[in-house]
């Protein structure tokens, strides 16, 4: 008994909130359609193909909510046809705080509601709209909890849930932290997942079992999402994946998981992230990678051997890296089809390619013979013989170069500072002598120079020694020599004047007074007759 009345109270609770939920979202108001075309803008034509194009674009025009029909000018004719005809809508710019259920239409569409403060999504949203082409709901307050499976699906067929024909999904710029498992198991036709400046820091395995089931993706955004790693899971069903941005991460390493895309990957953005290097095989297995960026790496210094063995790169991107110091030009010697170098900005002073240490068959050839565009501008080049035997070697000498107008200048030699490298020669720098005072010397200053300078050191030291030895020696003779006549001598005069003249002015009166008696006797000896007249 208690308990029926239990399941009884559960179960009217239960219905109770979902119908509140269900209502409340009923019970929301659409935005008016009458003169609809008076207030946003509609256009219409028809291509070649016979196919027509309806543009409705109501951005920024204060709406709260979308209309809950076509306009009347699309004609409900087309609005039926099916895939032959098109609709691009557009309220972007508005406060719609809930996207409704989408107006009927077989149409091919494509909504944008970017910039709508959008927080909830009516679900299902696409279940009169099945051939829903492209949805881009970017810049808005989406979290988790507003994308759930049944939002994604179509009209009910025979026993299910009918597919829906999304292609194209744009969610970057929200709040999502977590993707349910089986998100997008209403839109097998999803090519381009656009997650990019999210909160998917941690990917968790709902998360990654969410994005690896969607086996027809070709175009996947990641970027910006305090990303650290990659989990295992996360690829190997995606077999059609070619473009992979995951930029502006925590990424201290390349994820090993890459190499499962190691057919299909075509181009892959890892600008952004904290590498310090790119270790050799970094990119193992990537035979089908045309276009790499690594750039605006501030702590990236050293690319090593081996990390740029990538045999169908066509483009690489690696600038504004403010501490990349090192590069080797061989690994990309097996790069036949380069045709876009970019290494600007970064901390580079010169390029070596050795020639002889690699693919013989390159020797006589221009290593790269479709390079059309290369930037080397920015950079501390040391402007040597070998950059640029380098340069003209590897045929980068004659390629237009810096197409942002800035100019790759010499820094050092001190000689060629501030000169353009585009005014220099192999020719002309490998014949120029360098003065020796403007030569690099915290590169391996040449031994002898080293030596001579700390004998000169020496030789100066020694002579000041002896300069000074010789001055103190005459100072101190001169103060000797000063000494012996001022004090060494005067005491003596002093005590004969004290002894002899002063005694004898002193105890004068009887003295002379004798020498006056006995003349004859001090004539022949005063000292005597002083004496006697003290004693
Ligand atoms: C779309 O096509 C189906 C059958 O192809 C039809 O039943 C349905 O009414 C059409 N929907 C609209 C809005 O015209
Ligand atoms: C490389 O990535 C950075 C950062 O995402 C971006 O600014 C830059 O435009 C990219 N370069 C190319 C050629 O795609
Ligand atoms: C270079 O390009 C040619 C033609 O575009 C292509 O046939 C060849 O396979 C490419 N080489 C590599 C290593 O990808
Ligand atoms: C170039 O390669 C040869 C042979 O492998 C080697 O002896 C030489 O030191 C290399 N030169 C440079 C500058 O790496
Ligand atoms: C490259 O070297 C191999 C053997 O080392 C030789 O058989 C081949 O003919 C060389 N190729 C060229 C173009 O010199
Ligand atoms: C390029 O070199 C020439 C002489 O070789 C010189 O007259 C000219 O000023 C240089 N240009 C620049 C921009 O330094």
């Not at 709260?64 to 309220?91: D, K, N, T």
């Not at 990019?196 to 941690?202: R, V």
């Not at 006589?364 to 930037?375: A, G, I, M, Q």
Request: net charge neutral; aromatic share 6%.
């Amino acid at each position: 008994m208690k308990h029926k009345f239990l399941l009884l109270l559960l179960a009217g609770t239960s219905f109770f909130l979902a119908n509140g939920v269900q209502a409340q979202h009923e019970n929301i108001p659409y935005q008016p359609v009458t003169n609809i075309c008076q207030t946003c803008l509609c256009l219409s034509s028809q291509d070649s193909d016979h196919r027509t194009h309806f543009n409705l674009d109501c951005s920024v025009r204060n709406f709260e909510h979308i209309l809950a029909r076509w306009p009347e000018e699309f004609g409900s004719q087309a609005i039926a046809a099916g895939a032959s005809s098109e609709i691009v809508v557009s309220y972007s710019g508005n406060r719609i705080k809930l996207l409704q259920q989408l107006p009927a239409t077989n149409a091919s569409l494509t909504l944008s509601c970017r910039h709508c403060g959008l927080q909830n999504l009516q679900v299902p949203l696409f279940m009169d709209v099945p051939n829903v082409e492209a949805l881009y709901l970017s810049w808005n307050e989406l979290t988790d909890d507003a994308l759930v499976p049944d939002l994604f699906r179509g009209p009910f067929g025979s026993s299910r849930y009918e597919p829906i024909g999304l292609r194209d999904l744009d969610l970057s710029h929200n709040r999502i932290a977590r993707l349910d498992r089986r998100l997008f198991e209403h839109t097998p036709h999803l090519t381009k997942l656009n997650l990019a400046y999210n909160q998917l820091s941690a990917l968790d395995e709902a998360t990654a079992a969410s994005i690896g089931s969607v086996t027809t993706l070709q175009r996947l955004d990641l970027s910006h999402n305090g990303l650290m790693s990659l989990p295992a899971q996360l690829f190997p069903k995606l077999t059609a994946l070619r473009i992979l941005d995951i930029s502006g991460n925590e990424f201290t390493v390349v994820p090993a998981s890459l190499s499962q895309l190691s057919k299909s990957l075509v181009q892959l953005n890892l600008a952004g992230n904290s590498f310090l290097s790119l270790k050799g095989n970094s990119f193992q297995g990537l035979v089908s990678l045309k276009r790499l960026n690594i750039s605006s790496m501030p702590s990236l210094r050293s690319l090593e051997e081996g990390a740029l063995h990538l045999p169908a790169l066509e483009e690489l991107h690696c600038s504004r890296n403010s501490k990349l110091e090192r590069l080797e030009l061989v690994d990309l010697i097996n790069s036949r089809n380069l045709t876009q170098l970019d290494l600007s900005r970064n901390a580079l002073t010169t390029l070596v390619l050795n020639i002889t240490s690699s693919n013989n068959a390159t020797s006589n050839t221009e290593p790269w013979p479709r390079l059309r565009r290369l930037s080397i501008s920015g950079n501390p080049w040391y402007c040597s013989c070998e950059l640029f035997k380098t340069l003209e070697l590897s045929g980068l000498s004659h390629i237009e170069r810096e197409t942002d107008g800035s100019e790759a200048r010499c820094e050092t030699p001190y000689l060629l500072a501030g000169s353009p490298i585009s005014n220099l020669t192999a020719e002309r720098i490998c014949k120029m002598v360098i003065p020796k005072k403007y030569r690099e010397v915290d590169e391996e200053p040449p031994r002898f120079l080293r030596r001579r300078y700390i004998i000169l050191t020496a030789i100066i030291a020694s002579i000041v020694l002896v300069i000074g030895l010789v001055i103190g020696f005459v100072v101190v003779c001169i103060r000797r020599r000063l000494k012996g006549s001022d004090y060494g001598v005067q005491p003596i005069r002093y005590t004969s004047v004290r002894g002899s003249n002063l005694s004898q002015f002193s105890q004068l009166q009887p003295a002379s007074v004798a020498s006056k008696f006995n003349n004859v006797h001090a004539g022949s000896s005063s000292g005597t007759t002083t004496g006697a007249a003290n004693a």
